[in-house]
């Protein structure tokens, strides 16, 4: 049931035009003249307008009323009723924005159908707005790190242009994110964003995926390239394609024109893809295993997602967003971490990075049985366990110079110290076995500084103008 206002000045034709539709289930509001429409658009939003184009009496013409509606409240669909041989008007009002027209005289019939496809094309343009708003929520690159930061200015700046784009980093670090929020912001936005996951489709298919098929008996079978048409192809795990398609690939890129599996015609796309991978691309060229030409055009833009090791200080307020988000989600009663559990959680060293930190907070929101805020035993981690084959290495520092790691190391293992003694500096350089001013020294050299977070003092990483430590 809609909720429909219907202005004209002829009392007998407001209430012919209201009988209708309240005998298909409607209810409706009448007005005679401008200021009784605009008075009733004001009280409450009606989800459709049906209106006439003369309005004796009126201060305001219905083209006038159009146009103050659009500009006020510009998604409630408007319907013209215009006279026999009004039909310039009613044209112009179209083009004022109106929804469509009627003449008079018109028929049940006709007044349905027309009222019936306003509403239902306003309908699906509010669904549509909905859903582009939680595709741009799904795309959001949290964090507060100087390291996400940059990442997301580089974004927006890739985002406003047309660039191929490859992204690396390590498995759950937000790449296929990061690609959704280029497209998000980009012009390609209202058009489709399709993903493309290389290491989960048999070698075999591979062409087919992408390119589509031509069957014997005519019927066209679209591949990804072309739903991507207009829009956005994210291949990901792009360092598992077989060499065929790495290819055919190299190709497209080239021209943007293939031809379908089975086919002879070319088919022209204009598709922006974006590429994501965990491994080392320029590794895989040296071992013959991936194309070096075809790197060369995936990689015009090539952006680095960090591991979330590297961005520690964002660690509390993701956690605090997946809590309460999934607690929205599942109907849950929203829990908050402790400062104990949030310093143990920038601990760890998270191997499956921001998608292992979801992960932790699902298990403790929904197989916790605790209430109140989170304490540290609570959470589901397997603290201090040596790294696979018994080495002690992140992923994170397996990739570093010798100096980056060793800060690396020397920051997260202080930072593991000073909140194992609760922010108390003198403890942590007695157990440390360092001098208290060296402490600080190396302390303000590796970036970490002391906060107090619900009441407790926890070490952090670049919140520099807070750094005051406690003994
Ligand atoms: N900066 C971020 N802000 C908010 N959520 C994030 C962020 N980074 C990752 N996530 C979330 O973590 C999960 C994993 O992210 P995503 O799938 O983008 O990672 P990925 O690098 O593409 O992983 P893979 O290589 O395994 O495909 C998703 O649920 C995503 O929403």
Redesign the pocket.
């Known amino acids: 049931m809609a909720d429909i206002l219907v202005v004209d000045d002829e009392a007998d034709i407001r209430e012919l035009v209201a009988d209708i539709l309240e005998d298909e289930g409607h209810a409706t509001r009448q007005a005679a003249d401008a200021d009784g429409a605009l008075r009733a658009v004001e009280t409450a939003r009606p989800d459709l307008i049906i209106l006439d184009i003369w309005l004796q009496g009126s201060r305001m013409d219905g083209i006038e009323i159009l146009k103050t509606v659009r500009r006020n409240q510009p998604d409630i669909p408007v319907v013209i009723i215009s006279g026999h041989g009004n039909i310039e008007v009613a044209v112009a009002a179209v083009k004022q924005g109106a929804y469509d027209f009627i003449e008079k005289p018109f028929t049940t019939d006709q007044l349905m159908l027309v009222a019936t496809r306003a509403l239902e094309a306003s309908r699906l343009r509010r669904e549509n707005a909905a859903l582009k708003v939680s595709d741009q929520q799904?795309a959001?690159?949290?964090?507060a790190s100087h390291a996400?930061a940059a990442l997301r200015q580089k974004l927006d700046r890739v985002a406003r242009t047309a660039s191929r784009v490859l992204l690396s980093?390590?498995?759950?670090?937000?790449?296929?994110?990061?690609a959704r929020y280029i497209h998000a912001r980009s012009e390609r936005s209202g058009k489709a964003f399709v993903v493309l996951n290389s290491a989960t489709i048999e070698p075999g298919k591979m062409e087919e995926t992408l390119f589509g098929r031509e069957r014997d008996d005519g019927g066209v079978v679209p591949g990804l390239f072309e739903k991507a048409h207009g829009g956005t192809l994210f291949l990901?795990?792009v360092a598992e394609m077989p060499p065929g398609t790495q290819a055919k690939i190299l190709r497209v890129l080239v021209d943007q024109r293939f031809a379908r599996v089975g086919g002879a015609d070319m088919v022209q796309v204009d598709t922006r893809v974006i590429s994501?991978t965990?491994r080392d691309l320029e590794g895989l060229i040296g071992a013959g295993k991936f194309r070096e030409d075809l790197y060369h055009r995936l990689s015009v833009v090539p952006l680095e997602?960090p591991p979330l090791a590297a961005r520690r200080e964002d660690i509390p307020m993701?956690a605090e967003?997946f809590l309460a988000r999934l607690s929205e989600s599942e109907g849950l009663p929203l829990r908050r971490l402790s400062a104990d559990a949030s310093a143990l959680l920038q601990t760890q060293n998270w191997p499956g990075?921001?998608?292992q930190l979801?992960n932790v907070m699902e298990q403790v929101l929904i197989l916790g049985q605790g209430a109140g805020d989170i304490r540290p035993e609570e959470l589901p981690l397997s603290a201090g366990e040596p790294a696979e084959g018994g080495s002690i290495l992140s992923p994170a520092m397996a990739t570093l110079p010798l100096r980056e790691a060793r800060e690396l190391f020397e920051r997260d293992y202080l930072i593991a110290q000073i909140n194992r003694f609760g922010g108390n500096i003198s403890k942590t350089a007695a157990f440390v076995g360092m001098e208290r001013s060296a402490l600080h020294r190396k302390l303000k050299s590796l970036g970490v500084a002391t906060v107090t977070r619900g009441g407790a003092r926890v070490a952090v990483v670049g919140e520099g103008d807070e750094e005051e430590f406690e003994d």
Do not use: C, F
């Not at 959001?140 to 964090?143: H, S, Y």
């Not at 980093?169 to 994110?177: F, I, L, Q």
């Open positions: 799904q959001e690159i949290l964090g996400v980093g390590p498995s759950g670090s937000g790449k296929e994110v990061a990901d795990e994501a965990t997602t993701l967003h990075n921001v998608r979801r």
